[in-house]
């Protein structure tokens, strides 16, 4: 099983900053198969990134994915209180179980 | 537009079981790879289980393998999950999503979530 690892485990930031958030895997994942994920309190995972950097449609540019192999990154700049969430990686590819790592919580204080 | 809608959640006993559904519209259901994914109170999303298009094959997290049937009815556009032997650690909202694979393979759409919660 891939165990995927997210870094930190809660970011506090002020509108207008950049947060940086980490996935890290515990084996080599495929480039096409990481997805990160927002989700608000009560509501369903949204898709923000697939194939680690292509943003999803809708998603403001804001939003960024990089990373290969072992470690993927969520980039989201000029912060706004909307942003406030949990985000997840999740990889879905050959390597079965799929697996999430376990949320970042993004506070914009 | 896609939709998702989960249903036939609700309060179980231990060792009880249960049926969701997850209804489908706005796309070629029958094209599709489902999938069940779960999160539990205060909890992080756990992948559970998916169904290929043509029920060629499934696959299920170890967490509920031998337990849980994922299923599929592509004229009536439906997937199920159907659980036995539940558990109080099953207690989650239980999530259906459409995997869409081109050169990338990801959730791209998922419903609003049926709660499932296990207790005496």
């Known amino acids: 099983e891939t165990v995927l690892t997210q870094s930190p485990g809660t970011l506090s930031l002020s509108p207008g900053e950049r947060a940086t958030l980490s996935c890290r895997a515990s084996q080599s994942v495929s480039s096409s198969y990481l997805a990160w994920f927002q989700q608000k309190p009560g509501q369903a995972p949204r898709l923000l990134i697939y194939g680690a950097s292509t943003r999803a449609t809708g998603i403001p540019d804001r939003f960024s994915g990089s990373g290969s192999g072992t470690d993927f990154t969520l980039t989201i700049s000029r912060l706004e209180p909307a942003d406030s969430a949990v985000y997840y990686c999740h990889q879905y590819g050959s390597s079965l179980p799929s697996t999430f790592g376990q949320g970042t919580k993004l506070e914009i204080k | 537009e896609v939709q998702l809608v989960e249903s036939g959640g609700g309060l179980v006993k231990p060792g009880g079981s249960l049926r969701l559904s997850c209804a489908a519209s706005g796309f070629t259901f029958g094209s599709y790879t489902m999938n069940w994914v779960r999160q539990a109170p205060g909890k992080g999303l756990e992948w559970i289980s998916h169904?290929?298009?043509?029920?060629?094959?499934?696959h299920y997290a170890d967490s509920v393998k031998g337990r849980f049937t994922i299923s599929r009815d592509n004229a009536k556009n439906v997937v199920y999950l159907q659980m036995n032997s539940l558990r109080v650690e099953d207690t989650a909202v239980y999530y259906c999503?459409?995997?869409?694979?081109?050169?990338?393979?990801?959730?791209?759409?998922w419903g609003q979530g049926t709660l499932v919660t296990v207790s005496s």
């Open positions: 169904i290929s298009s043509s029920s060629s094959y499934m």
């Open positions: 999503a459409r995997r869409l694979c081109n050169d990338d393979c990801y959730l791209d759409y």
